[in-house]
């Protein structure tokens, strides 16, 4: 697959990250902000979809055993992990699957802990569930990010903290944590009651180190949690709206199951069937093409920026994901003159840091999940607008 050669008009079929450019008034630029690829998805996924195309029948659809055998699959051969398949719900994607499990065991009032900066949609849905939102902020050290324990704990017996969503990798800092950083977790969490809801969509987005399932690391972690999946982001389908929540206990995956019916939330999309079971068992090539490209990719836009910008403008090579956290604050902007900065001068729409929580103040995400040229003229771009500035 020659990702270079691939760049097509994403307009054409109503993309939301080139829709977002009119709303935000650029007549041009590049969009670099949701976590979609602007590469094309593996062969076998467009014919897999064709086939189920030409065949003109759309009526109502059950989801097949394959569904799940094609996940657990990929599990087996990636991490080589036998997962239970008995235990795997569907989800329309992972935040409705979080969204769905919160409405399913939450008290209204009970607070949940998350960890900033932080995928933003993690706060809305908290907001959705009427529950209460705990910060635990990553702590920034010369040497990436890492977790505070000691006001984890504090925090979770001062405020009752009844849930944990864990990113896992995280997004938007790009860290892959340790087995030993989840068995922490796994031991404060399961001492004082915590559920943890462990997001791992940027799973197999790994490009230093080993993705760790949280529930892997001890029968503790496995007894108080559950992982939310999805092919959206490993084969760039989340227009397909089909996630997986794997559980532990067959108690909580029947009361899913039930509020998931009650809510009419299960109902299966016969695309995203055809897709998955397409991507978990015949892309894997794609797969090592894919990953190898994005490293280029994260090489390249890394190396730019710090040799260009610094230290006006710095990145850390994330371990995991395709997005980059550009540390913008070495240009003494405000959040809104910063997004300014970004949108006018070098017209290039990225998500404003300040989305993740304060703790992104001063900073910018990057997707650079894009055919490698695209990304040379967003930094050409960005060195003309730094010119400007100086
Ligand atoms: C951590 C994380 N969770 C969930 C999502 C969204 O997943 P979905 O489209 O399946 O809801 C994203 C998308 O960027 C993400 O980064």
């Given at each position: 697959m020659k990702f270079d050669d691939h760049m097509v008009n994403?307009?054409?079929?109503?993309?939301a990250k080139y829709h977002k450019m009119e709303e935000v008034g650029m007549q041009e630029g590049i969009p670099l902000w949701?976590?979609?690829?602007?590469l094309p998805v593996a062969p076998a996924i467009t014919q897999a979809l064709l086939k189920r195309a030409s065949h003109p029948y759309f009526g109502y659809t059950y989801i097949p055993q394959e569904y799940y055998e094609a996940f657990a699959q990929w599990q087996k051969k990636r991490l080589g992990l036998d997962i239970d398949v008995n235990l795997l719900s569907p989800a329309h994607n992972v935040v409705v699957g979080l969204q769905l499990v919160l409405e399913m065991f939450r008290k209204s009032g009970d607070n949940i802990l998350v960890q900033p900066p932080?995928?933003?949609p993690f706060y809305s849905i908290i907001e959705k569930a009427q529950c209460g939102r705990i910060d635990n902020p990553l702590i920034e050290t010369d040497q990436g990010y890492f977790m505070d324990f000691e006001d984890m704990e504090k925090k979770i017996i001062d405020n009752k903290v009844k849930y944990f969503i864990l990113c896992n990798p995280h997004n938007p800092i790009g860290r892959i944590w340790t087995k030993d950083e989840l068995n922490k977790v796994a031991d404060i969490c399961h001492l004082h009651g915590v559920t943890v809801l462990s997001d791992e969509i940027h799973a197999d987005l790994v490009h230093e180190g080993e993705h760790i399932p949280f529930y892997t690391v001890s029968d503790k972690a496995k007894q108080i949690s559950m992982s939310f999946y999805s092919s959206g982001k490993t084969f760039n389908l989340p227009a397909l709206h089909s996630a997986y929540v794997l559980f532990h206990s067959k108690v909580w995956k029947d009361q899913y199951d039930a509020i998931s019916l009650a809510q009419n939330?299960?109902?299966?999309n016969c695309f995203g069937i055809a897709a998955n079971i397409a991507a978990f068992t015949e892309s894997e090539d794609w797969y090592q093409e894919m990953m190898e490209y994005i490293q280029g990719n994260l090489d390249y836009v890394t190396n730019f920026i710090n040799n260009e910008f610094s230290p006006k403008i710095k990145v850390r090579k994330p371990q995991a994901t395709y997005l980059m956290w550009l540390d913008c604050r070495g240009l003494g902007l405000s959040p809104e003159a910063l997004s300014e900065f970004f949108q006018k001068k070098a017209k290039l729409l990225l998500n404003d840091g300040e989305l993740f929580g304060d703790?992104?103040?001063?900073f910018m995400r990057l997707n650079s999940a894009a055919p490698r040229y695209l990304l040379e003229q967003a930094m050409g771009q960005l060195k003309s607008a730094m010119d400007e500035l100086a």
């Open positions: 994403r307009s054409t079929f109503y993309s949701v976590a979609d690829m602007d932080v995928y933003f939330r299960g109902d299966a703790e992104g103040k001063g």
